[in-house]
């Protein structure tokens, strides 16, 4: 077996008498695209807090390419991504100025990292936004650029919490296909979390969490087929609604 | 090791950057003293005398007895200010950026003080130049001698400020730390009066001020100023720095402080 881009083990997590996750169990693997799937309140944020040591992993076991995230902190978060549900780059600095900030605390060089940037952003098709304050961007340039800013540091696993919450259906679409392309050509773990069903295509590797639980994994195809659903949509209802 | 000073170099950077271009944060930090240099000081020279008492060997003007308080107190607005940034950073998202780093969150909240500290000490040497040029002069190995209690007392003033950040949920709520934190600390401490004029109307306000970190901070920089070294106020400064950083540390560790106790109410 494969040492996984992301694995969690029966990781749990209480906000005091209520429980955000319960023994939650999935792996993402080199090179896919794996949605994980709920509605909101579902327990994904929390779940990314727990990974990106937000927030302390109390119970269970999360491992980055095999680096424990409560043993080897550093390791697991080095190799690391991320884009999060809202925007994160500062708004006062120009695109450029957030990407070596982002290297640097990475310990990447100015240099370094420009070099990276200047590739990403020609990829991710906003490369003309280089000099432009990060105010002054679309809600589809600024997410572009985060996603570009998250693979700064050659990342092998990169988190996207509702990454595109609030955009145009051209400008979803466009992210989702980016990201699609870098995990096959980069071999990237995407852990791409959301509660929009056409984001997902059949062949993705999809996680259900309802209520803090794994209710199904398996590709998408896989899920409909085990729910006897039309579509991913059907078998999600179908799933939650049981669930209830 | 490279790494790591690339990183905290990264962080004072930023944090540089981001006062280069807030101009009226600047000027504010250069209006604020004067004010109490020009305004204050000049109304009080008449009625306050300030005796001869170390590390002074003559009479002094009262403008020049004041000087090392302004000097902490364009350091404590400092710290405040970074501690709203902070607030800010944490409300716009900003802040995710840097606890998600690989480097421990120790280190990072350490780059983010001697950021902070890098940018007080720009605005203290411009405020004195400034009031060199008003004819409030110190002796001129002194603006040499006391960088390093510029840089103990920033550290201090500045570490308050992150402690302060971890536990505001609201940038609304930041207007209490004015009433709360910043007037008392520079109103009950020797920056404005020595501490024997204080014990002369009040024994408690003496203890008050004795007991109050920002005392130590303006003595140290007081005697300094003078190529002095002040052990007691030094040490006072040095113990709270270690006291109070160690506090902010630990209430910006996700596993045990106040950030791991929040939920909804304000992003980690």
């Known amino acids: 077996m494969t040492v996984a881009a992301l694995e969690v083990e029966g990781v749990g997590h209480r906000f005091g008498g209520l429980a955000a996750l319960d023994d939650v169990s999935f792996r993402v693997e080199p090179g896919s695209f794996t949605a994980l799937l709920g509605v909101n309140g579902a327990g994904k944020t929390t779940l990314f807090n727990l990974v990106t040591r937000l927030y302390a992993n109390r119970s269970g076991r999360i491992a980055v390419r095999g680096h424990d995230l409560r043993r080897t902190p550093r390791k697991a978060l080095a190799t690391m991504g991320l884009v999060f549900q809202s925007r994160s780059l500062d708004n006062d600095l120009t695109v450029r100025q957030n990407f070596v900030y982002h290297g640097a605390l990475h310990g990447m060089s100015a240099r370094r990292t420009l070099a990276r940037a200047d590739a990403l952003l020609e990829r991710a098709g906003v490369a003309d936004v280089i000099d432009r304050k990060v105010r002054t961007l679309s809600g589809g340039q600024a997410r572009r650029v985060e996603i570009a800013r998250a693979m700064t540091h050659e990342p092998s696993l990169v988190l996207c919490d509702e990454a595109t919450v609030g955009l145009d259906v051209k400008s979803r679409r466009d992210i989702v296909a980016h990201l699609h392309d870098r995990a096959a050509a980069d071999g990237i773990g995407v852990l791409w979390a959301t509660h929009l069903i056409e984001e997902i295509g059949p062949d993705d590797p999809v996680v259900v969490l309802h209520r803090g639980k794994v209710l199904a994994r398996g590709t998408g195809r896989e899920i409909v087929e085990g729910q006897g659903a039309e579509d991913l949509a059907g078998a999600f209802l179908a799933l939650t609604e049981a669930s209830a | 090791m490279t790494g790591w000073i ?263």
């Open chain 2, 6 to 268: 690339v990183c905290a170099a990264g962080v004072i950077w930023r944090e540089t950057l981001r006062f280069v271009q807030q101009r009226e944060r600047f000027v504010a930090s250069l209006v604020r003293p004067l004010v109490w240099l020009l305004i204050f000081a000049a109304g009080f020279r008449s009625i306050l005398g300030v005796s001869i008492q170390p590390p002074y060997e003559s009479y002094i003007l009262y403008e020049v007895y004041v000087l090392p308080g302004l000097c902490a107190m364009v350091q404590l607005f400092n710290g405040m200010q970074s501690s709203l940034s902070m607030v800010y950073d944490r409300e716009s998202g900003s802040m995710r950026t840097l606890l998600v780093s690989p480097y421990p969150r120790w280190f990072l909240l350490t780059s983010k003080l001697l950021a902070s500290v890098t940018i007080s000490l720009f605005q203290v040497y411009a405020f004195l130049l400034l009031a060199w040029f008003l004819d409030v002069r110190l002796p001129p190995w002194g603006y040499v001698a006391v960088l390093p209690a510029l840089v103990l007392s920033g550290l201090l003033l500045g570490a308050i400020g992150l402690l302060i950040s971890s536990a505001i949920r609201q940038l609304e709520n930041f207007a209490g730390v004015m009433n709360f934190v910043i007037f008392p600390m520079f109103f009950a401490s020797s920056a404005l009066y020595p501490l024997w004029r204080l014990a002369e109307s009040s024994r408690t306000l003496e203890w008050v001020a004795l007991l109050n970190p920002f005392t130590h901070c303006v003595e140290t920089i007081r005697f300094a100023f003078y190529l002095e070294f002040e052990p007691l106020s030094t040490a006072a400064t040095a113990g709270a720095l270690i006291v109070v950083l160690g506090l902010a540390i630990l209430a910006y560790d996700p596993s045990r402080g106040l950030m791991a106790r929040r939920r909804g109410g304000g992003r980690p």
